[in-house]
C-alpha cells in the first residue's frame, strides 16, 4: 500500500478543491495515484461540488430549534430560492439544527460532527452534488439558560423550524415553563418585527453610540443651536433613539397601549410566578449581509460573442 504524504494531499486538494480529509481518503482508496484518486471523487460528486463552491449562495434556509433551556438558529445558504422547497435541503437544515444543539454553534465543530456514516460537512456535500447547487452552512448561534426557557419564531416559515428569518429568545426564570414559552415566543415574534440591535443600552457598541450622539451634535449645530444647550438636546436625543434600537425599550408590538418591552416581561411575572430575566436574543434574516451578484445578461451575450 502507497504511503499517502501530505504533499499528495495537498496536490489533489489543490486540483480538485475538494476538503483534506476527502482528498486523503480518495488517495487512501487509490492506493495513492493522483488521476484515479480525481476519477473517484468525481464518482462520489465532491469534485463537482467543488466546482460550484465559488458561486455566491444567498439563498437558502434559516432553522431554528429549541429544546428546554437551550436553542439554536442556522442559516444554510443555496444558490436559488427553488432550492429552499426542495425536500432534500429542507431535511439538510433541519439535520444541522439538530446537530448544532448538541455540539454548540461553532461551524467547525457542527461541520466535522458525525451523521449517519459522514459528517455534516459531507452530508453538505452530498446534497450539492445530488441537487446541483452551491450550499453552505454560514453561520450558527446558540443560548442556554440555568434555568427558564429558550424559545424561538419562525417568520415565512416553509417547513416547521425553518423560514426566511429565524429567532430565539433566553429567558431566565424558575416559574412556570408553559407560560414562560408563551411570553417567548411573543418576545420572538418581536423582535423578529422590530429588529432590535441590542438587549439594553449598555449592550450597544460603544463606537455606535458615539457615531450617533456625534451625528446628533452637527445636525443641531448646524441648525444654529447654541453649543451650550447640544450636549443636552443629545442626551434627550439618545434616549429616543434607544428606544428604536434596545429591545427592553422598545415599545413592545403586542400591546397597543405602547408599553415597553421592559414593562410587559415585568407585568408577565404574575402569571409566571417569579422575576423573568430576558439574557440574549439572536435573529437571522436570510442572506443578510451577502452582496449578491448581479448580471447583466446582454453583457453576457456580447462578452460571449467576442463584442465589447
Known amino acids: 500500500m502507497a504511503t499517502i504524504t501530505a504533499a499528495m494531499v495537498k496536490e489533489l486538494r489543490e486540483t480538485t478543491g475538494v476538503g483534506m480529509m476527502d482528498c486523503k481518503q480518495a488517495l487512501a482508496e487509490t492506493d495513492g495515484n493522483i488521476e484515479a484518486a480525481i476519477d473517484w471523487l468525481r ?11 465559488g458561486r455566491v449562495a444567498a439563498e437558502g434556509l434559516i432553522g431554528a430549534l429549541t429544546d428546554g433551556t437551550k436553542g439554536v438558529v442556522i442559516e444554510v445558504n443555496s444558490e436559488t430560492d427553488f432550492v429552499a422547497r ?38 453538505i456535500a452530498d446534497a450539492i452534488a445530488t441537487i446541483g447547487e452551491n450550499m453552505t452552512l454560514r453561520r450558527a448561534a446558540a443560548l442556554e439558560v440555568s434555568q ?37 415566543r411573543q418576545l420572538a415574534m418581536h423582535v423578529a418585527a ?38 443636552k438636546i443629545v442626551e434627550n436625543g439618545l434616549k429616543t433613539y434607544y428606544k428604536e434600537v434596545c429591545l427592553l425599550e422598545q415599545a413592545y408590538i403586542h400591546d397597543e397601549k405602547g408599553k415597553s418591552v421592559a414593562q410587559a416581561v415585568k407585568e408577565a411575572e404574575g402569571k409566571v410566578g417569579a422575576p423573568i430575566k430576558i439574557t440574549g436574543f439572536v435573529r437571522y434574516a436570510l442572506g443578510e449581509g451577502i452582496e449578491k451578484q448581479t448580471s447583466d445578461f446582454a453583457a453576457e451575450v456580447a462578452a460571449a460573442s467576442g463584442q465589447k
Open 86 to 123: 426542495n425536500e432534500q435541503f429542507q431535511g439538510l437544515v433541519k439535520m444541522i439544527a439538530q446537530v448544532a444543539l448538541k455540539v454548540g454553534a461553532d461551524i467547525d465543530a457542527i461541520n466535522a460532527a458525525p451523521v449517519g456514516s459522514t459528517t455534516v460537512a459531507g452530508a
Open 148 to 184: 427558564g426557557v429558550v424559545a424561538s419564531y419562525i417568520h415565512n416559515a416553509v417547513i416547521d423550524g425553518a423560514g426566511k428569518m429565524g429567532v430565539i429568545v433566553a429567558l431566565e426564570s424558575a416559574g412556570k415553563a408553559d407560560e414562560l414559552a408563551v411570553l417567548g
Open 194 to 231: 422590530a429588529n432590535p440591535q441590542a438587549l439594553d443600552p449598555s449592550s450597544l457598541d460603544p463606537a455606535v453610540v458615539q457615531r450617533e450622539r456625534e451625528v446628533m451634535a452637527d445636525k443641531y449645530r448646524q441648525q444654529g443651536k447654541p453649543e451650550n444647550m447640544i450636549e
Open 43 to 53: 464518482k462520489k460528486g465532491l469534485s463537482k461540488a467543488a466546482k460550484k463552491a
